[in-house]
């Protein structure tokens, strides 16, 4: 056996990539940003998950991304609220006030689901990114919601381990490896988690938003998601980024005027 080289004591093992990948690193906390919020706090399978509302009417979540919080999708609010929605902001298990330290998408999909049990059928779900795919989860597993907007929403899980992967130094086997030690946290083969094979089973509307400049995913990822979701619609967009979208007025209008479309059609 050859002594090791230098890189190969500095290359993690596949173990140690695993809990880099299922720990968020999280931003500081952002200032309040519903008005009169009521705080709630709903055990799930996943631990205990913070949630805030305000306003009333039907009711719509904003869901945030991977090491985000509910504020990166403040600018919905106003909007939501002065159109008569209930808006609901949800902290995914290990990210701002819900317990936990480490998740993933599986694990935040069934607290997600757990969620709508509890507070009752969604007019619409808007998501953010990584939040995205929970959300495709979730409703694969029964999440009540009537609406989704999925915005820089990523397509397939294990396609973003293996970049994780790549970054930490893992070789082939060594990512392989990961990916089979991924399967008991997930609770489910990590192929199996891609938004466009879920997408097929669903006829709920959907709107997907991705701008074209996005650098953490690829905008070819939501027009594969949204073409194996039928109905759905895509909105593509220019110089926005994965983040600078969500202040985005044009984009905020689209999702309000497609999850109010329904509300506004005269009864035949």
């Not at 519903?34 to 719509?60: E, F, K, N, Q, Y």
């Not at 953010?128 to 989860?137: F, Q, T």
């Not at 988690?193 to 995913?217: C, E, G, N």
Request: charge should be negative; aromatic fraction near 4%.
């Amino acid at each position: 056996m050859s002594d090791p080289t230098a890189a190969d004591l500095d290359r993690p093992a596949p173990e140690q990539v695993v809990q880099f990948f299922l720990t968020p690193r999280l931003p500081p906390p952002a200032p309040e940003f519903l008005p009169h919020p009521t705080a709630l706090s709903i055990d799930t399978p996943s631990g205990s998950i913070a949630l805030r509302r305000s306003g009333h009417g039907p009711r719509v979540l904003l869901l945030h991304g991977w090491e985000g919080q509910a504020a990166d999708l403040a600018a919905f609010a106003p909007p939501l609220l002065d159109a008569g929605f209930e808006v609901i902001t949800m902290d995914l298990p290990a990210h701002g006030a819900s317990s936990g330290r480490q998740t993933s998408i599986p694990q935040s999909a069934r607290a997600l689901k757990a969620v709508g049990d509890v507070l009752g059928p969604l007019h619409a779900v808007i998501a953010h990114s990584v939040g995205s795919a929970v959300l495709g989860e979730a409703l694969h597993h029964g999440l009540d919601a009537g609406h989704a907007v999925m915005i820089g929403a990523p397509a397939h899980y294990a396609a973003y381990a293996r970049q994780v992967a790549a970054f930490a130094g893992l070789d082939e086997e060594g990512t392989q490896r990961m990916l089979e030690l991924l399967r008991e946290p997930l609770g489910v083969n990590i192929h199996e988690v891609s938004l466009p094979a879920r997408a097929v089973h669903f006829t709920l509307p959907a709107l997907f938003i991705h701008s074209s400049d996005d650098r953490i995913v690829a905008i070819a990822d939501s027009l594969a998601s949204a073409a194996a979701w039928r109905g759905a619609r895509h909105l593509r967009v220019e110089g926005l980024g994965h983040r600078r979208i969500l202040g985005d007025a044009n984009v905020i209008a689209a999702a309000l005027k497609f999850i109010t479309a329904v509300l506004e059609e005269p009864a035949s």
